[in-house]
């Protein structure tokens, strides 16, 4: 089967494929950029060449590349030679019948044989063209390399597309993540100052200093008290002569207050003369007394 017949053979096999041509003398691209079945009039793909490359004076060889469309980008399956060879008029034959007519038959049957080419691995096909084995084999490795080099550019900047996108969906995660620790370190430092002033108990207050400073003092007192008796150092304090009241504020909070509770109350002694902390207090006391 010629080379025609298998490139015809192949665009029929599948929708997706289609060729491309070059004139390998001048590596120019003829016919659209990317020919399909249905682009070739009647299949007759050799037509369709001499149409597109318009008149030639001597036998021109095409390259002929098979290609399958993946997506965005293509595959190479294979590629072909084929040799077109210049319409001969009338007037062109007629002289040659009558000089030579025995020795033109053979060559004007030759021109529709199947020509071996280079590209089909042949080194012994004489050089019609004016280019040796070796170049023709440099110019179409330097046309794959081409071709390759234009799939592996689509296929980056498809990944190129892709990478970004997924950048930006990290940048904005990052900067949420940023959003969160900001929260989160604002969130401790208010916990933290929470939980100090929390812990601070009674026994940082300035009544409780002062308390501890005299608890020599009161702790005899209680003493006498629990005897019967008045200390001369807690009457003293509190001013002689001590009443009844007195009196009995002292032995209650000997017999049922504990540390935490006398700390409290040594903290409502000392701020008893303030007008303001006296009325809060008076309200307190009101509200648990219908309890």
């Known amino acids: 089967m010629s080379n025609i017949a298998n490139t015809i053979q192949y665009l029929k096999s599948k929708d997706n494929r289609y060729i491309t041509i070059t004139v390998q003398e001048t590596n120019k691209s003829i016919g659209k ?36 469309k993946q997506g965005a980008t293509s595959k190479k399956d294979h590629a072909c030679a084929i040799e077109i060879s210049p319409v001969i008029t009338q007037q062109e034959v007629v002289p040659q019948q009558v000089n030579a007519l025995p020795a033109i038959q053979p060559i004007q049957q030759q021109q529709y044989q199947e020509q071996p080419t280079p590209f089909l691995g042949n080194p012994n096909v004489p050089n019609v ?11 179409q490795r330097k046309a794959d390399r081409l071709i390759d080099k234009e799939e592996q550019y689509a296929e980056l900047k498809i990944d190129f597309k892709e990478l970004k996108k997924n950048y930006d969906i990290l940048d904005v995660e990052h900067r949420g993540t940023l959003t969160k620790l900001s929260t989160a370190e604002a969130q401790k430092d208010m916990a933290v ?18 308390m501890m400073d005299r608890a020599p003092e009161l702790l005899s007192g209680f003493a006498a008290l629990k005897s019967g008796g008045v200390a001369p150092a ?48 008076k309200t307190l006391i009101q509200q648990y007394a219908h309890v």
């Not at 249905?38 to 318009?54: A, H, M, R, S, V």
């Not at 002689?240 to 909070?253: D, F, N, S, V, Y």
């Open 193 to 210: 100052m929470l939980a100090k002033m929390e812990n601070k108990s009674v026994f940082d207050s300035p009544a409780f200093t002062a």
């Open 33 to 68: 950029a990317t020919i399909y079945l249905t682009d070739i009039p009647n299949e007759d793909l050799e037509q369709y060449i001499k149409n597109n490359l318009g008149p030639i004076t001597k036998p021109t060889l095409v390259w002929v590349e098979m290609r399958s």
């Open 234 to 281: 807690i009457a003293g304090a509190l001013g002689a002569p001590m009443t009844e009241g007195h009196r009995q504020l002292l032995e209650h909070i000997a017999e049922s207050l504990d540390e935490n509770q006398v700390n409290f109350l040594g903290s409502v002694c000392r701020f008893i003369n303030d007008e303001g902390f006296t009325t809060q207090l």
């Open 129 to 139: 063209f004016g280019l040796g084995l070796a170049d023709v084999i440099g110019m």
